[in-house]
């Protein structure tokens, strides 16, 4: 591989006629110092793309956060513990290379599943959480994300405390079939219950957040929240165009959409999503006083 002045790499691809021919590919000059902005190209320093919470200073893109940085910036340091840790996806349908990209889905983000679940506080007010991981096999729900969900909303409602989910999800998961899909009428009544014990669920879907968590649990919350940009979906808009072979409306099915549609009460930068969440649990919780002073 040859290799410019200016940080572009020339590969070797192959032409329709099997010829062979040397083509540009262009890499950010060292990307342990710089990123490239997906939405406006932008080259944003990391230390500063980090303290914006990765979000684009110029553009306000909103890139992908992983489960930990997002409990991270969302709840009070030093509060968050961890339950249900101990389940794992096994191989119900025999689906081949299921186990081997599960193993690597876990070496990749160094957790156990596509969700993470805990408690901790907002602003001193406490909460049961649920934070989904794209990087974990695309956030697909099967077995063990729906009944980790379960358990959260189990542990919301023996507390009163109230439940704030993340989402961002693919779908549910192939290689489990039916055992996937049963997971969207499982949480579903969950969440039923919930709301019939009066305990308050904010449900915050961050990009993407499609398929089978958008038809289920993510969108039976009694305030649904959203980050800007975020794709939100049951089918994607290429399938949709596809399907229907027309064009689409500009911006549709992002969140911004939705809210002017009805499907969202609020979409919110992340810059302010934690004060957002603080304003909704002030007024909410009644008679419990939070620990900021």
């Known amino acids: 591989m040859l290799k410019d002045l200016f940080g572009k790499n020339y590969v070797t691809v192959k032409t329709r006629d099997k010829k062979e021919k040397q083509v540009k590919k262009d890499v950010m000059p060292d990307n342990r110092l710089w ?3 997906k939405s406006c190209n932008e080259i944003i320093f990391n230390k500063k793309l980090t303290e914006n919470l990765m979000v684009c200073p110029k553009c306000d893109y909103h890139f992908r956060l992983p489960a930990g940085e997002r409990i991270k910036i969302t709840l009070d340091e030093g509060s968050f513990k961890e339950f249900a840790t101990n389940i794992y996806s096994v191989d119900p349908l025999q689906f081949p290379d299921y186990q081997e990209k599960l193993h690597k889905a876990r070496e990749k983000t160094g957790l156990n599943e596509a969700i993470v679940t805990g408690e901790g506080t907002v602003g001193g ?3 049961i959480v649920g934070v989904m ?7 697909s729900m099967g077995s063990v994300v729906g009944e980790k969900i379960f358990l959260a909303i189990e542990r919301s409602i023996e507390s009163k405390k109230p439940l704030l989910l993340f989402s ?11 055992f996937s899909l049963m997971q969207m009428a499982k949480t579903s009544a969950a969440v039923k219950r919930l709301h019939q014990q009066g305990v308050l669920f904010i449900s915050i879907m961050t990009d993407p957040t499609s398929g089978g968590v958008t038809a289920s649990f993510a969108s039976l919350a009694d305030l649904i929240l959203a980050e800007k940009g975020a794709l939100i979906a049951f089918a994607g808009p290429r399938v949709i165009k596809q399907t229907i072979s027309a064009d689409l409306p500009k911006f549709f099915q992002r969140a911004e959409f939705l809210l002017e549609h009805g499907m969202l009460d609020r979409v919110v930068n992340r810059r302010h999503l ?10 909410h919780q009644t008679g419990v006083k939070s620990n900021v002073k």
């Open 35 to 37: 990123t490239k902005c």
């Open 125 to 127: 007010f406490p909460v």
């Open 133 to 139: 991981d794209f990087y974990f096999m695309g956030g």
């Open 168 to 178: 961002t999800a693919g779908g549910a998961r192939m290689q489990e079939g039916m």
């Open 274 to 283: 934690r004060d957002e969440l603080v304003k909704i649990l002030s007024i």
